[in-house]
């Protein structure tokens, strides 16, 4: 018995580190050669001359007029929308956590499609519903494009799923008792729910809000599409500094400050995360969910269907329907001919395209975001293997810009040329992927006991044989939601592609935001088209990951 503790003891802590450094060094890398190394290639070629710092530019650009109004409106209108998103859609975590209902399954969905969808889509949506000949155009005569309404309402729209999923997940799981004795002891209705429900839902709904805060913060593809020339955020400017004023030092500049925001809200984000996840009691959430009762409720479960109805339905009905405006589906065909000008083939190839790059992509960021997620569920995981967790949320807060433009600016010499290479397009879909990848995995392989992987690891089980026979078994749901997840977000991602899509290769929301960029009803009706084929294949997608998904995977 002695002789076997003394074989084993001198080889675990060497195994054990071995094990960590392999689960880590394949994302480190990652993330430093494709994020870390092409942001600061970008910001490097615009605050350096000559070899010099030239820190002063920030001080210039800060006092610059039309910078501060971009800082103004980009932190104004973020908070604007977080406030919306929250006062609509509370309701709905609500009727979502506590009641059952026929249809909650397919609602829930629904609920969740403009979340998946590319801001491009959003964008072109809202533009079909409030837009020149639009819905309201052609009924009231009633125009909000180019108005920072309608920027509002497309941030409601597609921030709605993360309060309902964020809130309403912990809300299932809080035990209803609590708020009925304080009913019972004489508190009313309303105050119960402020002192009882309402101090244990504060860490979801101010994560939900902070992860509201941070897509509008960095919001591009809706006020590229629906803000004009008047309205512009640090993620707009960022593209137009760059792409067509070419001035990278006030780009660099914007970007630093953009980076300095985002760190700070995934700080507060990260803390009220640990919060949810350690001082709370949870129940069951399937036994917390009941039919409505009374007036009232029924009402209430009215109210949020129609909310869904006309804020989240109503856009994407109306975008199908200027797409079928044209006889004989006259824009779709005419996306299979080609035109000689900005698109190099036919806009419909766009739709291959975009399915074979977010193929690779949704593989890159499985494998990656996979081997994070393990490595940050080890036990002897040590400080910098948990410091990098927050690290893999910052591609969705950093500039995808400016990550786009470094691909270009960083990639482009031996034996990392990669500018004419078709996989430079995934690699910038994948860094969107990953976190997703992870937060979606986190939660189950933290559920698995770790003493499974002890005693695999006491019988001589290698650490792949370990995941493979204990880990991959209790995990391959989560990862196949996982793959979807990264799999729909790699499809619509715009930012970065805008640069780095080859003409004769473009992805759908490149093409959408060309033909909507080019004069002509032809241009419109077939941009409707292409948003409408790539909303489908999203919500395909997520109607698959909702039939997968359970009570202990993740909610992004």
């Given amino acids: 018995m002695d002789l076997a503790r003394t074989e084993v003891r001198p080889r675990k802590p060497l195994h054990h580190a071995a094990a960590r450094f392999g689960l880590m060094a394949v994302p480190v890398a990652f993330f430093a050669v494709f994020f870390a190394y092409p942001v600061a290639a970008i910001v490097t070629r615009g605050l350096k001359a000559d070899g010099t710092w030239q820190l002063g530019r920030i001080t210039d650009v800060l006092t610059q007029p039309d910078i501060r109004h ?10 604007v929308s977080t406030a919306l998103t929250l006062l609509v859609a509370l309701p709905g975590a609500y009727v979502f956590a506590r009641f059952d209902f026929p249809g909650k399954q397919v609602l829930r969905a629904v609920v969740t499609v403009p979340f998946v969808l590319p801001t491009v889509v959003v964008g072109t949506a809202f533009l079909a519903l409030v837009g020149r000949g639009g819905l309201l155009d052609e009924w009231w005569g009633v125009r909000l494009d180019t108005t920072v309404w309608a920027i509002l309402l497309a941030h409601v729209f597609f921030n709605y799923a993360v309060v309902v999923r964020t809130v309403g997940g912990l809300w299932a799981q809080l035990d209803p008792r609590q708020e009925e004795a304080a009913r019972m002891l004489g508190a009313s209705r309303l105050r119960a729910w402020r002192t009882v429900t309402l101090p244990a839902l504060g860490p979801a709904v101010a994560a939900a809000a902070l992860m509201v805060f941070l ?16 309205f512009s955020t640090l993620e707009v400017e960022i593209y137009r500094q760059t792409s067509e004023i070419f001035d990278l030092s006030t780009a660099a500049v914007l970007t630093l400050i953009q980076f300095a925001a985002v760190g700070a809200v995934l700080a507060l984000h ?64 005419a996306l299979t001919r080609g035109d000689g000008g900005v698109f190099l083939v036919a806009p419909i190839e766009a739709v291959g395209n975009s399915l074979e790059y977010a193929l690779a992509a949704t593989g890159i960021a499985v494998v990656v975001g996979g081997l994070a997620a393990t490595a940050l569920t080890r036990r002897d995981a040590g400080r910098f293997v948990r410091g990098f967790d927050a690290l893999l949320m910052l591609p969705l807060g950093v500039s995808a810009v400016t990550v786009g433009f470094g691909f270009l600016i960083s990639l482009d010499e031996p034996p990392l040329d990669l500018r004419q290479s078709w996989i430079l397009v995934p690699l910038a879909q994948a860094l969107v992927g990953v976190p997703f990848v992870v937060r979606t995995m986190l939660p189950v392989l933290r ?90 294949v999203c919500a395909v997608a997520l109607l698959v990951l909702e039939r997968l998904r359970t009570d202990r995977t993740g909610e992004f």
């Fill in 70 to 79: 971009v800082l103004w409106f980009t932190t104004w209108q973020a908070l």
């Fill in 447 to 536: 559920a698995v006991d770790h003493r499974l992987r002890e005693a695999a690891a006491v019988l001589g089980a290698s650490p792949w044989r370990a995941w493979r026979e204990v880990d991959l078994p209790m995990v391959r749901r989560a990862l196949l939601i996982a793959a979807g997840f990264a799999f729909a977000v790699s499809l619509g991602e715009f930012g970065a592609t805008v640069f780095i899509a080859r003409p004769d290769n473009p992805t759908l929301p490149v093409a959408v935001a060309r033909l909507l960029g080019r004069a002509g009803d032809l241009n419109y009706g077939q941009a409707m088209a292409l948003s409408t084929i790539l909303m489908v």
């Fill in 270 to 333: 990260a803390w009220t995360v640990r919060r949810r996840e350690t001082a709370l009691r949870l129940v069951d959430a399937s036994v917390t969910a009941r039919r409505p009762r009374g007036a009232g409720e029924w009402g209430l479960l009215a109210g949020v269907v129609g909310s869904v109805a006309v804020l989240l339905f109503l856009p994407l009905a109306v975008l199908v329907q200027r797409s079928l405006d044209a006889p004989d589906f006259g824009y779709y065909r």
């Fill in 215 to 230: 897509f509008t913060f960095t919001s591009f593809g809706v006020v590229q599409i629906l803000g004009g020339p008047t």
